[in-house]
C-alpha cells in the first residue's frame, strides 16, 4: 500500500476580532442612493399597480403608465412633485402594442430602468364550466402580453435595472375553484425565474411579489427590489403575507 510521505502546514494566521470597516482594502457599502429614473408600470388604476406608481413617483421616477382610468392618480401625483407622469391608452393584447409602449416610452423619456407587470383578475370556473374563450383570454391577458412587454425593453435595459411580475397568493396555495388563476400565476412564476436567470449576466434584477393585505403594504418591498437594496435578489417571490409560511417561494 502506498502511503504519502508528505506534510503540509498551512501558514497560521492571526485575526483581531471584530475587524473594523477602515481596514478593508474595499471599503464596505453602508447606503446607496436610489437611482431609478424611469419605469413602466401596468395595472396602474388600481391594486398594487397603482400603490406601485405612487411610491415609485415618491422616490422621484419618471413613470409610464400604461392605464388610460389613471387620470386622478396622475393628478394626485403631479400637483405635488415633479415627477412626470404619462397615461398610454392601449390594449395590451393587440398586434405591435409592447412596441408601441417601449417607442412611446424612449421617445418622451429616453431610458428604462423599471418594468412593473400587473396580471389582470380572471373570473374562476370549475374545469367542467371552462370555456375555450376563458382559456385563452386567460393567456393572451396575463402571460403572452407580458412576456412581449417584457422582451421588447430587456436590449435597451441596463445593468442594475429591473423586472417585478406580480402575483397572488394562488400561485402557491391550492384552492377548489382556481383553476384559470393557479395556470396563470404559475405560468407567471416560472417566467420571472427562468428570465433572472437568462439576465443575470447583464446584472436585470427579475423579481416578482404579492401580498394578502392592504396594496399599500406590499409597497415598500417593490421598493426595495428596484433600488439598492434589490441589487443582490433576483429570482424571488417577496411574500408580505402578515407571517405565513409559503415553502418553495
Same mark, same amino acid.
Given at each position: ?13 492571526? %485575526? ?7 481596514? #478593508? ?12 429614473? %424611469?419605469?413602466? &408600470?401596468? *395595472? ?29 392618480? =396622475? @393628478? ?5 412633485? @415633479?415627477? =412626470? ?10 398586434? $405591435? ?16 430602468? &423599471?418594468? +412593473? ?19 385563452? @383570454? ?9 412576456? !412581449? ?7 435597451? #435595459? ?9 402575483? @397572488?397568493?394562488?400561485? %402557491?396555495?391550492?384552492?377548489?375553484? !382556481?383553476?384559470?388563476?393557479? !395556470? ?21 434584477? +427579475?423579481?416578482? $411579489?404579492?401580498? +394578502? ?9 417593490? +421598493?426595495?427590489?428596484?433600488?439598492? *437594496? ?20
Amino acid at each position: 500500500m502506498y502511503h504519502s510521505t508528505l506534510h503540509f502546514d498551512p501558514p497560521s494566521l492571526t %485575526y483581531n476580532l471584530p475587524g473594523l470597516d477602515k481596514h #478593508m482594502a474595499i471599503p464596505a457599502e453602508h447606503s446607496k442612493p436610489y437611482l431609478k429614473e %424611469y419605469a413602466i &408600470i401596468t *395595472g396602474g388604476d388600481s391594486g398594487i399597480g397603482q400603490t406601485a406608481t405612487i411610491f415609485f413617483a415618491r422616490e422621484g421616477a419618471d413613470i409610464r403608465e400604461l392605464e388610460p382610468n389613471a387620470k386622478s392618480l =396622475k @393628478s394626485e401625483i403631479t400637483k405635488n412633485s @415633479s415627477t =412626470k407622469i404619462r397615461l398610454l391608452p392601449i390594449d395590451l393584447t393587440t398586434q $405591435g402594442a409592447a412596441q408601441k409602449i417601449l417607442s412611446a416610452h424612449l421617445d418622451k423619456f429616453g431610458a428604462l430602468d &423599471i418594468l +412593473v407587470n400587473t396580471s389582470k383578475q380572471i373570473m374562476s370556473f370549475g374545469i367542467e364550466e371552462l370555456k375555450d374563450e376563458n382559456i385563452l @383570454s386567460t393567456f393572451q391577458t396575463n402571460i403572452i402580453q407580458m412576456m !412581449q412587454l417584457t422582451r421588447e425593453p430587456v436590449p435597451r #435595459m441596463k445593468c442594475g435595472a429591473a423586472i417585478i411580475n406580480t402575483l @397572488s397568493v394562488v400561485a %402557491y396555495k391550492k384552492h377548489c375553484v !382556481q383553476t384559470l388563476p393557479a !395556470q396563470r400565476l404559475g405560468a407567471i412564476t416560472m417566467f420571472m425565474r427562468s428570465l433572472a436567470t437568462q439576465l443575470a449576466s447583464k446584472g436585470i434584477h +427579475v423579481n416578482a $411579489g404579492w401580498g +394578502v393585505g392592504q396594496p399599500a403594504e406590499i409597497r415598500e418591498a417593490y +421598493v426595495v427590489l428596484t433600488g439598492p *437594496g434589490g441589487d443582490y435578489i433576483t429570482g424571488t417571490v417577496i411574500h408580505v403575507n402578515g407571517g405565513v409560511h409559503i415553502g418553495g417561494a
